[in-house]
């Protein structure tokens, strides 16, 4: 079955720290992921995607296929980067819009 | 250029009855879809449409069910409602293409309380 999990409903670092919201998926195919990500009293919003290789707002995420993973990562933390993040999974080849979605981790930076 | 806009934000219904939300995609947008999010289940695939025809469908009953005018703007409608379709309906526009060229921009949603 096609699957998204995001371990952490919670995570919580300091500014400056390295953060890493974790994603493993279930999928048989290749598959095409994505992170959104809605910031306090703001709309979902897509952060990045992995076909795209791109670094936004610092954050990058690599598409391990070995170990299934879609970890999001930043080397250091900001204030403005608390959110609620969702790792999503495209559950058919070429369609951006059939998401398949994790519950989401909640960021908090601390400062 | 305007976001994504549903109606209403907020609905209180009863149980059985049924209701109508609405979602006007970002002006050149074809491809409207709508999601459920519940805390329970995260966010849930519902429907696609483009060009006013249903391209991909999630797994809900037939409860559930869209559709789209020629202006691209969509309705979801929902009948015999339960207590269990309680949720955040979102909407999401797009222009429909590729992956590679055509995120997602998401509407705030309608809050759908059914008691």
């Known amino acids: 079955a096609q699957r998204v999990t995001q371990p952490e409903k919670l995570l919580s670092v300091f500014k400056g720290a390295p953060v890493e919201l974790k994603c493993n998926y279930s999928y048989s195919g290749s598959p095409e992921l994505f992170w959104y990500v809605q910031y306090s009293r703001q709309r979902l919003q897509l952060l990045l995607r992995?076909?795209?290789?791109?670094s936004i707002k610092g954050f990058t995420a690599d598409l391990n296929k070995g170990e299934t993973s879609f970890h999001l990562k930043k080397p250091f933390a900001q204030e403005e980067d608390s959110a609620m993040y969702y790792c999503?999974?495209?559950?058919?080849?070429?369609?951006?819009?059939?998401?398949?979605w994790g519950l989401g981790t909640s960021l908090a930076v601390n400062p | 250029k305007a976001g994504v806009t549903q109606t209403p934000r907020y609905l209180i219904k009863t149980r059985g009855q049924q209701v109508t939300l609405s979602c006007s995609p970002i002006s050149g947008h074809r491809s409207v879809s709508w999601y459920q999010q519940t805390p329970g289940q995260g966010l849930q695939f519902l429907f696609e449409?483009?060009?006013?025809?249903?391209?991909n469908k999630g797994n809900f009953p037939g409860r559930f069910s869209g559709r789209q005018f020629s202006n691209s703007r969509s309705e979801m409608n929902v009948s015999t409602l339960e207590l269990g379709d309680s949720a955040l309906y979102l909407c999401?526009?797009?222009?429909?293409?590729?992956?590679?060229?055509?995120?997602?921009?998401f509407g705030n949603g309608t809050r759908l309380t059914v008691t």
């Open positions: 449409y483009f060009s006013e025809t249903q391209r």
């Open positions: 999401a526009s797009s222009f429909g293409s590729l992956v590679r060229s055509s995120p997602l921009h």
């Open positions: 999503a999974l495209s559950g058919q080849a070429g369609n951006n819009r059939k998401l398949i």
């Open positions: 992995h076909i795209s290789r791109e």
